[in-house]
């Protein structure tokens, strides 16, 4: 079955300016999670939706960092007036999310989504 | 403070020899602690997980142990293969589906 698809996969802007950065988990995947990877760094959270309930922002850098995620599948990362030191690779994943089992937090990555502020 | 510490430096072995990642964690009582593989350019993928209860998992050539009391994970990849290069993520679960990974470890397999 189709993976985590992220889009766009490169995105180039000019410091100032806002940006949405899309995530399309896996179908049937109620828990979704974004994370920031800076170059040779690890991953670092940044939020996380589990079905019907409230988000966890509590990984979001600062308040030009939102998220939304509509009917429970598409999600969409907006920063907004960005800065250079919010180039990274903004990876996305989902997980079945059914709490009670394990594999209810086994994570699906998608390819990322590279963001260049110049 | 919170931390979860993976061996900065990377790790080099010849093939068919045992590979063994650690990951230490400090003022965390995870649930859940997880492993992942990634490899340039690419998203982590999942590898392993194991329970709080559980002292040890093992898939095929791979084997986590877990022990909470020491807060520490043991990934071990036996008879490893050159297509084993690639960088080694811990994770733990922090509350609810929140998840915190380590900065990873490169395991370099020669030939």
């Known amino acids: 079955g189709a993976g985590v698809s992220q889009s766009p996969s490169n995105k180039v802007t000019e410091k100032g300016k806002d940006v949405e950065l899309r995530c399309d988990p896996i179908?049937?995947?109620?828990?979704l999670y974004w994370y920031r990877q800076s170059l040779g760094q690890g991953l670092e959270f940044l939020i996380y939706?589990?079905?019907?309930?409230?988000?966890?922002k509590s990984g979001l850098p600062s308040d030009r960092f939102s998220a939304e995620r509509t009917g429970g599948s598409v999600s969409t990362l907006t920063i907004q007036r960005t800065q250079q030191e919010d180039s990274a690779v903004y990876l996305c994943?989902?997980?079945?999310?059914?709490?009670?089992?394990?594999?209810?937090?086994?994570?699906?990555f998608g390819p990322g989504t590279r963001l260049t502020v110049t | 403070s919170q931390k979860i510490e993976q061996n900065s430096e990377a790790l080099n072995i010849q093939e068919g020899k045992t590979a063994t990642l650690t990951c230490n964690y400090t003022?965390?009582?995870?649930?859940?602690l997880q492993w992942y593989r990634q490899d340039p350019g690419r998203g982590p993928v999942f590898l392993l997980l194991?329970?709080?209860?559980?002292k040890e998992k093992r898939k095929e050539r791979l084997k986590v142990t877990f022990d909470t009391t020491l807060k520490q994970s043991l990934f071990h990849i036996t008879a490893s293969q050159p297509a084993d290069s690639a960088t080694y993520l811990c994770?733990?679960?922090?509350?609810?589906?929140?998840?915190?990974f380590g900065a990873g470890t490169r395991l370099f397999v020669k030939a």
């Open positions: 994943a989902s997980s079945p999310g059914q709490t009670g089992t394990s594999t209810a937090y086994e994570q699906y």
């Open positions: 179908s049937g995947h109620t828990a």
């Open positions: 939706f589990q079905g019907n309930s409230a988000p966890d």
């Open positions: 003022n965390y009582s995870p649930a859940y």
């Open positions: 194991i329970r709080e209860n559980e």
């Open positions: 994770a733990l679960h922090t509350g609810g589906f929140k998840t915190i």
